[in-house]
């Protein structure tokens, strides 16, 4: 192990592969996962490469399943994940899955087709059906008014008035005798029914007469499947030219028409058929259905393997196209990021491939050099990695730098708890993060989409150590919902009489005689939640508190950044940045926690001489802001100046040899570099005098190598850049150790927040109904306990848990990882089956 | 008989666990007189004589601590319906699939 403290040991491999095992052997490194191939034709664009063909037959293959995948889904039968990973078949398999895809699609396809054909045939056929049901009530009709109008304006005058006068006399005075009509009857959408007539109103000048009825039962469009209502109509008119024009009309509002015959009898005849084939239609119809449910719950079972295949074969000749073909077109070549420490299991992975493609001649894995800067592969299991995933969300780390990541994983939470310090709260969050991690594999295996909770679920690690510490914060601040837990008992007592309290609104007990001279066993005393000056007291603790953690935390990572040093042999650093460093921060910002451990151990209220009485504590700020600046202190009447005698002269020791550790951060590291520089230039000048003659093609090779490496440039780099470069250093860490200091003070402002607001939810929310009298406040505790609890979760849980997290984040990226980590590297991307699937799955979704 | 959804009826759960659990509790810390929990239980007026201030903080404690039992009792009565629901939606649920 060992590679949580730092990323793994790489090393850049050549890989000869023979073209025939290269397959399996790419097909084996790919469910290992632990290979980053590198792409050898960067030029070469993605249709000119050697294996686009292969490519192009997965993504062939590929769209086929999606479609399958769709229409299964249009069915909604469920499709069977057994979750089996099936390893990537052989080249030659390939065919066959082709060949069963494109039945099944084709099979599916003509399913599809057939089924479209016939209920389009079967909503015709509906249509008719009602077209000859609604109009026989207008056939019903027209016997007596329309199809005869001479008899039908002697039937009923008054009716139809319109038609009346516009046939009846005028075709009697034309012929004498009873006019012949003709009528078109369809089918047309119900909402075009309006336009519709209008528009024949309008194009016949009134002499066509339209009667409408709606189908009550929806129809189903057979080309999209959605449903829609329509209406039967049937228009009357009169002459051929009245009939094209209707027509054209109903054509333009895409109606259908039917052909309707005029005799009754025809009609009852016409109808029957109809009936008939509706019947035969709907028999035909449920077959062809059951045959493509059949068709797609046989293709349901395998669709997830078959994904899993397709996307294997296509995932290796997308890699095997990063490869290069040597002279002989015998064997490819690859080059790849490979862990030093699985060498072996690598190795053993490209024997079996071989062995599985039948060939004879092993693989070759040879490790090469390299100036470029490998990969960051930091290897993790489900607890790290949610903590390794909140370090690389700053930056990657460099190569084999220093991994903050094992340390957050303490850090973290308590840093969050010390914020968001209540037994409640933790406990709702505790509970929370134990539920996931004990359901880990169901909640898994369902695989939601839903962003916000996979957020959660993936730190869900992270959230159940945040809730342990926050209860056990909460106990130190013995805060349970802004209540008080008295655990052991108060340490604290009354000794005022009856009449004292009477007498006065506001008293103060006196630690020298109403405390046990021996603090609480664990954590606040809660008597402090009933005192009025609870929060000056915990404001004063809660301070001190998070400046020394937040010196330790900073010194801890100064002290990594050593660390880094000694891996890296930066031996100059040590002297030149990590020693003035330390120094600076521990004579200023260290000194400061020990004058503060000094003020507590010291000063008692039970001591008698008053010089270490509390009357006489000094304010720590105070003395630590007189020592920055030189002053003296102005104690009070009856008290000495310092707190140990000698503390003054020994304050102002520490400030000068902090603040000369500022030019020696600022000018030793250049002026050591300028000074090796210079040592550098005369052996080089020498050297080149010494050659021989005969040597100067070998020195002009040389000098081609040296330009080659990055790392020569680097160093050739102008004096001014490194200058400002430590410039830049050197300000950032003296401001930043005072910034950051102050910054930790977050933790206590943060902290202070969450217990006013908790303790003003309780007060304004649930105390009312506690308050409330007599036995209705029953009723009044069980509904506004709702709603305290819904907002104790959504404020205080989720909004203040937030918030304290994210303060928590900023700690840790700024404050402690500026001390040490640089954050340039890039991350280990493997060749990895495994991952493929998943990505694919996802974009699926 | 179905009312509430899944989702309803698993916050109904989870809220009337949770209001069983604290509202018993607090009723007992109520019964105890927990000094704690004074300020909670709507003692306005100042009362000179001790023996006076204690008999009536007395009755407002038992009071308080009664109308927690009373609410605990209603949250396991809400607990019992949304277990109910959340069975009945389980099953519906499988059935379907």
Request: glycine share 6%; net charge negative; charged share 20%.
């Amino acid at each position: 192990m060992g590679s949580l403290f730092r990323s793994e040991e790489m090393t850049l491999c050549q890989l000869f592969l023979q073209s025939e095992a290269a397959y399996a052997c790419v097909s084996e490194l790919g469910e290992l996962g632990l290979v980053q191939f590198r792409d050898l034709n960067p030029d070469v664009n993605a249709f000119q490469r050697k294996f686009v063909n292969e490519v192009r037959r997965c993504d062939e293959m590929e769209r086929k399943l999606r479609y399958l995948e769709k229409e299964i889904k249009k069915d909604e039968i469920p499709m069977l994940d057994t979750g089996e990973n099936p390893e990537a078949p052989q080249p030659r398999e390939m065919i066959d899955l082709e060949a069963t895809f494109e039945k099944l699609e084709n099979e599916l396809r003509e399913v599809n087709q057939n089924a479209e054909a016939l209920k389009r045939n079967f909503l015709e056929l509906t249509e008719l059906k009602h077209i000859l049901r609604k109009t026989q009530v207008f056939f019903d009709e027209a016997d007596y008014g329309l199809y005869y109008p001479y008899s039908s304006q002697m039937a009923d005058p008054s009716r139809e008035e319109e038609q009346v006068t516009l046939l009846g006399e005028e075709g009697l005075r034309a012929g004498g005798q009873p006019m012949k009509l003709g009528f078109v009857a369809g089918v047309i959408l119900r909402e075009r029914i309006p336009a519709f007539e209008r528009m024949l109103w309008r194009a016949c000048r009134g002499n066509v007469f339209l009667r409408q009825a709606e189908i009550e039962t929806p129809l189903e469009d057979p080309s999209n499947g959605d449903e829609v209502f329509k209406s039967v109509f049937i228009i009357f008119f009169q002459g051929d030219q009245l009939k094209t024009r209707v027509k054209k009309i109903c054509e333009g509002f895409r109606a259908t028409l039917y052909p309707c015959p005029e005799a009754p009898a025809d009609r009852r005849e016409m109808a029957m058929g109809v009936m008939t084939r509706i019947e035969d239609l709907n028999t035909v119809l449920g077959q062809t259905q059951d045959h493509r449910h059949r068709v797609l719950v046989a293709a349901a079972k395998n669709i997830k393997n078959w994904f899993v295949k397709v996307r294997k074969i296509k995932a290796i000749y997308h890699t095997l196209n990063n490869f290069n073909l040597d002279v002989t077109q015998k064997c490819l070549i690859a080059e790849c990021w490979v862990p030093v420490q699985d060498l072996e299991t690598i190795q053993l992975a490209l024997r079996r491939g071989t062995e599985r493609s039948g060939s004879s001649v092993p693989p070759i894995l040879n490790r090469m050099d390299t100036f470029e800067d490998p990969p960051t592969y930091n290897r993790t299991n489900k607890f790290t990695s949610a903590f390794q995933v909140l370090i690389d969300a700053y930056g990657v780390a460099t190569y084999r730098e220093v991994n903050p990541a094992p340390y957050t994983i303490i850090t973290f939470p308590f840093l969050f708890a010390v914020m968001f310090g209540d037994v409640g709260h933790g406990m709702i969050i505790f509970l929370f993060g134990l539920w996931m991690v004990l359901k880990e594999k169901p909640l898994a295996a369902k695989k939601s989409t839903n962003e916000i909770w996979n957020i959660f679920f993936g730190g869900r690690y992270v959230i159940l150590l945040m809730g342990a510490f926050s209860m056990y914060t909460g106990l130190i601040y013995n805060d349970m919902f802004s209540k008080s837990l008295n655990i052991f008992g108060s340490y604290w007592y009354v000794d005022y009489n009856v009449s004292t309290i009477h007498g006065n609104g506001n008293l103060q007990l006196d630690p020298k005689s109403m405390y046990v001279n021996h603090p609480y066993p664990f954590g606040m005393d809660p008597i402090w939640q009933l005192a009025d000056n609870k929060i000056i007291f915990l404001n004063a603790y809660k301070m001190k508190i998070s400046i020394i953690f937040g010196v330790a935390h900073m010194l801890f990572g100064v002290s990594l950044s050593l660390w880094n040093n000694q891996y890296f042999q930066r031996k100059t650093n040590i002297y030149t940045e990590f020693i003035p460093q330390v120094i600076f921060m521990c004579f200023l910002f260290m000194w400061m926690c020990i004058l503060m451990f000094i003020k507590w151990i010291k000063y008692s209220a039970h001591n008698e001489d008053i010089e270490v009485t509390p009357y006489c504590a000094p304010s720590i700020l105070i003395t630590f802001i007189n020592m920055c600046l030189f002053k003296k202190g102005t104690p009070l009447p009856k008290c000495p100046e310092w707190m140990f005698p000698g503390q003054g002269g020994l304050q102002q020791l520490f400030l000068i040899i902090a603040l000369l550790c500022i030019p020696w951060m600022l000018l030793a590291k250049p002026l050591l570099i300028i000074r090796g520089q210079r040592k550098q230039h005369m052996p080089l000048t020498n050297s080149s005098n010494h050659h021989a003659p005969g040597t100067e093609p070998e020195n002009t090779d040389l000098e081609s190598q040296t330009v080659a490496l990055p790392h020569k440039e680097e160093e050739d780099n102008n004096i001014g850049e490194i200058m400002i470069h430590q410039g830049i250093h050197t300000i950032e860490y003296v401001l930043g150790s005072v910034s950051h200091t102050a910054s930790y003070l977050r933790l206590w402002a943060l902290s202070l927040a969450h217990a006013q607001l908790s303790e003003v939810l309780w007060k304004m929310v649930l105390g009312n109904a506690m308050k409330m009298q007599g036995w209705a406040g029953g009723i009044a505790v069980w509904i506004i306990f709702a709603f305290w609890a819904v907002l104790t979760i959504g404020i205080l849980v989720l909004m203040e848990g937030l918030s304290a997290f994210l303060h928590t984040l900023r700690l840790h990226w700024v404050e402690f990882q500026s001390k040490f980590y640089s954050g340039l590297g890039y991350t280990f991307q493997p060749f990895s089956f495994e991952v493929i699937l998943e990505s694919a799955a996802q974009n699926d979704e | 008989m179905k009312v509430c959804g899944p989702t309803l009826s698993l916050c109904g759960l989870i809220l009337s666990a949770w209001g069983v659990v604290q509202l018993v509790l607090m009723g007992v810390f109520y019964y105890i007189k927990s000094v704690a929990l004074f300020e909670d239980i709507g003692m306005e007026e100042k009362l000179d004589d001790p023996a006076e201030f204690y008999s009536k903080a007395e009755t407002l404690y038992t009071q308080s601590a009664f109308n927690c039992w009373i609410a605990a009792c209603i949250y396991v009565l809400l607990l019992i319906f949304s277990a109910h629901q959340f069975y009945v939606n389980s099953q519906s649920s499988h059935s379907h699939a």
